[in-house]
């Protein structure tokens, strides 16, 4: 079992930045593909980026390309998703997931075996 714990989200101007963090509870998060979805209001879950074990490859949505940045640390079992450039529709709920997966090619959440509970991204124009 791996409990995932999101933080970093909040309420932003067009332009700036925010930087999530998911902190998960187990040591053997290297042995997960993680990835960031994200939700808006009455909209399906999206998927926003994918890396991979060792974090040497990463992949993204389209809208987000060139403007978000995901990473992990496994030795702080911590993944992240830097958000640059926010734009009003960015604005949702974001969540992280663990796939018990080898390569970074996930990006439906029915691949995902684990997820947290979400933090609130707000870009305002």
């Known amino acids: 079992q791996v409990q995932l714990v999101e933080s970093g989200g909040g309420l932003v101007q067009a332009g700036g930045s925010l930087r999530l963090s998911c902190a998960a509870s187990?040591?053997?998060?290297?042995?997960?593909?993680m990835g960031w979805f994200r939700q808006a209001p009455g909209k399906e879950r999206e998927f926003v980026a994918v890396?991979?074990?060792?974090?040497?490859?990463?992949s993204y949505v389209d809208s987000v390309k060139g403007r978000f940045t995901i990473s992990r640390d496994n030795a702080k079992n911590t993944a992240f998703l830097q958000m640059n450039s926010l734009k009003p529709e960015d604005t949702a709920v974001y969540y992280c997931?663990?796939?018990?997966?080898?390569?970074?090619?996930?990006?439906?959440?029915?691949?995902?075996?684990?997820w947290g509970q979400g933090t609130q991204v707000t870009v305002s124009s």
């Open positions: 997931a663990a796939a018990p997966l080898d390569i970074a090619t996930a990006r439906r959440p029915d691949e995902y075996d684990y």
């Open positions: 187990r040591r053997t998060l290297s042995s997960y593909v």
């Open positions: 890396i991979s074990r060792s974090g040497g490859s990463t």
